[in-house]
């Protein structure tokens, strides 16, 4: 049986050291939260997904959600008396709004809490995840009444959210959106329409399900200009606010799929349901995509959790199975075989895995402090600052996250051999989970063309300057430092090739669309390389800075040479896609329809 232990003591590095949390004291909320008391959080969180979570994951798996004849659905066993432990210990309102029941605490708390979640259980995770997510674009975009009506028992998790977009012919072209919004005398709108594959779409964990659902009211224009924005609660609220009368939204099904098992993932069926209009008429998709974005760095943080637990079970087996001799002789002559530890070929698959963890934490604990700069900072300049790089980050780490994870869930399988095909390692399952990550969300070749087609032009190219700068400025500032220098020479190269690579696509991409197109995953993955070889040299930066006070953790000496292997052998990854960019898209266009 797999286990976990979620790396309370890196995350709190990364605050303390490498991004200095002491210089956050002025955002709303940061008060709140002294280092101290978030690394007593993280550790109470880590308890709670060890102990009450992710004992679920494998029951969660081997029997799945069931529908009923009646249209409801009972998760695996266990998962209801978890949620109400989650509720009840306040895990889900943990940054939410202190108006409607949260806590109050710092954005970044529940993401960092999100990746302990993720590694714990990720089909778990998914119903508080979604819920969050519907809080925060029922924040943004409904009046005040409906604010009133739902988000106190949203807030908490008393009530789950969910998000409705995909229907039967239209997943990444919304714009084909059929369902259909009829207005009514009461100022409501009943809506009839088909939604697929609508995650926590329905389930016995909470009294009530509110469904955020794109539909288009009649008579709208055509395209994504003409979709609406919509809240269906399953039951209809009482005047005491309690779940009343059953609205018109059934679940006609649930899928078989591939993985997370313990998340329904549901078709759902609306018959003239009730729902009520969040933000304007015809703007539906920008309000919807407050959640989307945010639902895009969860993602992420599903490819990082899986990739981490999966390390952690690979690098046990690695351990204590016992197979061949190490190359130069035997390690251990009294023992009949050495550990698989002593082979290249071991370490390499584990050191890949970790070497991207670590930095991949650092990437989401920067843009997760990022969301709140970029919400809560008094200072304008430093919210536009911070409002750019999120969105600039948001496909790459979306991106680059899910693809490597899943990649790395496969590699730790690798580790085990025949063992990690067997059900019981558990490893089978983290590659099938991991899958999903690649496609929901907006699949990953879409996230590569909103990274190139969208957020590399916005604003004059404001936001991948202020990124260029900030990496340039930071080589520069230390590229005389003896001890920290030697781990530079990686990441400036990097830079370079994604500098090359932007440039090309500038003049490229805007003479043939398909450049671009053609460029985009190859792009995205060269700057999620270089983001993540800043981060290693921010990290290198901090561990010299430690040891120079004399702190002789070897887990410091560990990560210096981690930094080391990322730098010489992944970082060179960067000139392949730089050379796979510039050959266009010729070759891939080339052939006809006929001859596929
Ligand atoms: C388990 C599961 C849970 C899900 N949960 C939810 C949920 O909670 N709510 C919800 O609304 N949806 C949900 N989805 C739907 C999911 O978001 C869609 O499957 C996804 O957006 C892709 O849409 P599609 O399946 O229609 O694929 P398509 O849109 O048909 O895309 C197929 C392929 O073509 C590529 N492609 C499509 N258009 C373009 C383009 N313009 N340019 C370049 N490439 C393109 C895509 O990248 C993809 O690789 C879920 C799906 C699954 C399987």
Redesign the pocket.
């Known amino acids: 049986m797999p286990t976990y232990k979620a790396p309370v003591s890196d995350t709190v590095f990364l605050l303390s050291d490498v991004f200095d949390y002491a210089k956050y004291a002025n955002t709303p909320g940061f008060s709140e939260a002294p280092l101290d008391v978030v690394e007593a959080i993280l550790t109470e969180g880590a308890k709670f997904v060890e102990e009450v979570i992710q004992p679920l994951n494998r029951i969660g798996d081997l029997e799945g959600c069931r529908r009923r004849e009646d249209g409801s659905v009972t998760t695996p066993k266990g998962f209801k008396e978890a949620y109400k432990s989650l509720v009840e210990a306040g895990w889900v309102g943990l940054a939410g709004d202190p108006k409607y029941g949260g806590q109050g605490l710092p954005l970044f708390l529940g993401a960092l809490f999100g990746e302990y979640e993720c590694s714990a259980n990720i089909a778990f995770s998914m119903y508080p995840g979604?819920t969050r997510g519907a809080v925060a674009a029922i924040m943004v975009h409904a009046n005040d009444d409906l604010k009133a009506r739902y988000l106190p028992k949203m807030t908490t998790g008393e009530w789950t959210g969910?998000?409705?977009?995909?229907e039967p012919h239209?997943?990444?072209?919304l714009g084909l959106v059929k369902t259909k919004a009829v207005p009514q005398a009461d100022g409501s709108y009943a809506i009839t329409g088909q939604?697929i594959?609508?995650?926590a779409g329905e389930h016995d964990l909470a009294d009530n399900i509110i469904h955020l659902v794109l539909a288009r009211i009649e008579g709208a224009p055509a395209g994504v200009k003409g979709i609406s924005l919509f809240l269906m609660p399953k039951f209809l609220p009482d005047a005491d606010g309690r779940p009343g009368q059953r609205n018109g939204v059934v679940c006609g099904s649930i899928?078989h799929?591939m993985g997370?098992h313990g998340n329904s993932?549901a078709v759902l069926n609306y018959d003239g349901a009730k729902g009520w209009l969040v933000g304007e008429e015809h703007r539906g998709l920008p309000a919807m995509f407050v959640m989307m974005n945010g639902a895009r760095l969860a993602v992420a943080i599903q490819g990082l959790g899986l990739s981490e637990v999966a390390y952690q079970n690979a690098a046990a087996y690695a351990k204590e199975r016992r197979q061949g001799r190490s190359l130069k002789g035997p390690v251990e002559p009294d023992k009949p075989a050495d550990l698989l530890l002593v082979h290249p070929d071991v370490r390499r698959m584990l050191l890949e895995i970790r070497a991207f963890n670590e930095a991949a934490r650092a990437l989401l604990v920067w843009i997760a402090l990022t969301e709140d700069e970029a919400r809560f900072s008094p200072d304008p300049q430093a919210r536009q600052a911070a409002d750019d790089r999120l969105g600039l980050m948001t496909p790459v780490l979306k991106g680059v996250f899910t693809d490597v994870g899943f990649a790395n869930t496969v590699k730790a399988q690798q580790v085990l051999g025949g063992h990690g095909y067997i059900g019981e390692w558990g490893m089978e399952q983290f590659v099938r989970d991991a899958r999903?990550a690649m496609?929901?969300?907006?699949?990953n070749?879409?996230q590569a063309?909103d990274l190139v087609g969208r957020k590399l032009p916005k604003d004059g190219g404001r936001a991948v300057m202020a990124f260029f700068g900030e990496v340039s400025q930071f080589l520069a500032a230390n590229k005389d430092d003896a001890l920290l220098a030697p781990y530079l020479g990686g990441l400036q190269g990097a830079l370079g090739q994604l500098q090359q690579a932007t440039l090309w696509l500038s003049k490229n991409g805007l003479a043939d669309p398909d450049n671009a197109?053609a460029a985009s995953t190859d792009y995205m993955h060269l700057f999620g390389l270089t983001a993540l070889g800043y981060m290693w040299a921010r990290i290198v930066k901090a561990v010299l800075a430690r040891q120079a006070k004399g702190d002789s953790n070897p887990a410091l000496d560990a990560k210096l040479t981690l930094a080391k292997f990322f730098s010489e052998r992944m970082l060179p990854e960067a000139g392949a896609h730089l050379a796979r960019i510039r050959t266009g898209a010729a070759t891939l266009m080339a052939l006809p329809a006929e001859a596929f």
Request: aromatic residues 8%; charged residues 20%; hydrophobic residues 40%.
């Open positions: 979604l969910t998000m409705n977009l995909t239209c997943g990444t072209d939604k594959f609508i995650s899928e799929k997370i993932t999903i496609i929901y969300e907006g699949a070749g879409v063309l197109g």
